[in-house]
């Protein structure tokens, strides 16, 4: 199995503040791997710098071999990397399916197809019935389906997920676990932001746990719950088990 | 169903844009001569408030300076046709060109340099003075005594584009109507869609693969180019053109007006907005010198656009769609409703 991208030693400052430091780890084709750690950890730094929305201060993104750490975040969603945004962004003079087409003319300059893929991608994660409302209409959760969907219109190999569930009911955030499972079952790479354990143990096969910027450890999810690092970094200083 | 109901509204749009044109093409053919020239002014700035629109309104980019590119054009055309004889046509392509190339390295200028929103704004009003005191400067085109077309003969001759002033009404029209379609177009292709996106939110337009860079020069060019085209046949129509006028800040205001009155990003809204703003200026513009108040309409202007930020912010046309879709809506689905019961 050879890696669809590769972070080495990825460091990032802002003014005097490691957000990131010195992380690395790798994402197999088709997995879904977790990137979990408590708050300011440096997860949405770490998607930052992968998709091309922030450069490093040092080390390297490497998307199916090639350093693509220094290309802008339009070049990089060209390659094939998707992110959504934690703090949800829709076009909002758009409508519902608008958002959803716009990713797709990344690979089609032809409307009729954008507008057949943008469909599917609200079909995806359950928001066909609102296509055509306006995106102030949309609750929180369903706006984060909307990033979802924009995102999947690009038609990308890696998927950036950063808190879409948050908010979800159970039974919701469920079903966009089986989305989720099916997108990787096609092939799909996934690397997952999520604060709720329950669902990272759940789809999860790898996960990375980042502590004040640093990455304090890697491995299956039941590992990796275990480990006495981790369960410090959530729990504070003074948790032995 | 969706795509349907689209469709429905679509051919609706247009029956209805073509239904305007037509009312208006009967206008020309019976109206006075004062209200014929006014009408001419409101359809020209019409067209070039719909470039202008095509730039804020759909690509997110603010011009105060169109009277740049609008004196290119007026000048392209007149020093083409009035020195060397050549027809407007050419003159007109020429300054569209000349037009689009100055716009794009201006933009391509600034936003490599970071130079972006009101600043940027700021920018083309600052082009747009530094070309008016160069034009001003400048004796091969005439310098502040600007450049005079010669007396039209009064007989129509297309390929001249000569007429009366019927003639540059139809001329205007045709440029309105090319205008509207040409936005209603363009806003629903490629480019509309991720100019869209780019105006609501440049950093995720990107993220979602939209070169948002090169889009931003390219409405910026588009955009230049119309209004170079709206300028060359103002400057026909006036059979003058001085560069504090054509060029002057004056030109700048009367193009973005229509658009900013009427609706912003809207196909109809600068037909709409220069027809109520443009009249209102002249009316005032005269009453004005009759009772010696130099500037009424310069006032007038200034009322008017704060009267319709005020109550109609999205502008006069948006207002009337809801208008006509509150009356229709609840007719629709209370035929609905009853075709429910039927059934
Ligand atoms: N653009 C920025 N400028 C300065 N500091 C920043 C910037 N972006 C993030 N930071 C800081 O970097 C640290 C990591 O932030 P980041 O948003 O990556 O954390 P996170 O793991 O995503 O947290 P959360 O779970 O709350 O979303 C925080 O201390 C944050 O304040
Ligand atoms: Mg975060």
Redesign the interface.
């Known amino acids: 199995m050879t890696a669809l991208l590769e972070v080495r030693n990825l460091t990032k400052s802002f003014q005097g503040l490691v957000a990131v430091n010195d992380v690395s780890f790798s994402l197999e084709a088709g997995r879904i791997t977790a990137l979990i750690g408590p708050n300011g950890a440096g997860k949405t730094t770490c998607f930052n710098l992968v998709a091309g929305a922030l450069s490093p201060t040092a080390g390297q993104v490497l998307f199916e071999g090639r350093a693509i750490e220094r290309n802008p975040p339009e070049a990089v969603c060209r390659m094939g990397i998707a992110r959504t945004f934690q703090i949800v962004r829709p076009m909002k003079d758009m409508s519902v399916l608008e958002n959803a087409m716009v990713g797709a003319f990344s690979w089609t300059t032809n409307v009729k197809e954008a507008r057949s893929k943008a469909y599917e991608s609200l079909e995806r994660v359950g928001l066909a019935g609102k296509a055509s409302a306006r995106t102030d209409q949309l609750t929180l959760p369903d706006r984060k389906m909307l990033e979802m969907a924009k995102a999947l219109s690009t038609r990308p190999k890696l998927l950036l997920l950063d808190e879409v569930m948050a908010g979800l009911r159970p039974t919701e955030a469920a079903g966009v676990v089986g989305v989720l499972r099916k997108l990787a079952e096609h092939g799909l790479t996934i690397l997952l932001v999520e604060h709720v354990m329950r669902i990272v143990m759940d789809v999860a096969s790898t996960v990375v746990v980042l502590h004040h910027g640093a990455k304090i450890a890697e491995g299956e999810p039941s590992q990796v719950v275990a480990d006495p690092a981790v369960l410090e970094s959530y729990l504070g200083a003074g948790f032995h088990a | 169903m969706?795509r349907t109901s689209d469709q429905a509204s679509d051919a609706k749009r247009w029956g209805a844009g073509v239904a305007v044109f037509a009312v208006l093409a009967v206008v020309g053919g019976v109206s006075s001569a004062y209200v014929i020239s006014l009408l001419t002014i409101v359809l020209l700035f019409t067209f070039m408030g719909q470039s202008w629109n095509l730039m804020l309104g759909i690509g997110g980019q603010l011009s105060i300076g169109h009277a740049l590119f609008v004196g290119i054009g007026a000048y392209a055309v007149a020093i083409l046709n009035i020195k060397y004889g050549i027809t407007p046509w050419i003159g007109l392509l020429l300054g569209a060109a000349i037009a689009g190339v100055v716009g794009a390295v201006l933009a391509w200028l600034s936003f490599r340099f970071e130079v972006r929103g009101i600043y940027f704004a700021l920018l083309t009003i600052a082009a747009a003075e530094f070309a008016r005191i160069m034009f001003g400067g400048w004796d091969y085109v005439g310098g502040m005594q600007g450049l005079f077309y010669p007396a039209p003969s009064g007989t129509m001759d297309l390929a001249m584009l000569r007429g009366d002033s019927q003639f540059y009404y139809f001329v205007a029209l045709v440029l309105a109507a090319v205008g509207v379609a040409g936005t209603e177009l363009i806003s629903?292709?490629?480019w509309g869609?991720?100019w869209?996106?780019m105006?609501?939110?440049d950093?995720?337009?990107?993220?979602?693969?939209?070169?948002?860079f090169r889009h931003k020069v390219l409405v910026v060019s588009i955009s230049a180019a119309g209004a170079a085209i709206g300028g060359g046949v103002l400057g026909l129509v006036q059979g003058s053109i001085f560069p504090d006028s054509i060029m002057g800040m004056g030109i700048s205001v009367d193009v973005l007006i229509g658009p900013v009155v009427g609706g912003l990003?809207t196909a109809f809204g600068p037909l709409i907005g220069s027809m109520a703003a443009i009249p209102l200026h002249h009316a005032m513009g005269s009453l004005g010198d009759s009772l010696g108040i130099p500037g009424l309409n310069s006032v007038a202007y200034g009322a008017v656009l704060i009267l319709v930020v005020w109550f109609l912010p999205d502008g006069i046309w948006p207002a009337v769609v809801r208008l006509y879709e509150a009356v229709q809506l609840p007719a629709r689905s209370r035929i609905s409703q009853l075709r429910k019961v039927e059934e």
Do not use: C, H, I
Request: glycine share 10%.
């Open positions: 969706q629903r292709s490629y869609y991720v869209r996106a105006r609501d939110d950093e995720a337009a990107r993220a979602l693969g939209v070169r948002t990003g």
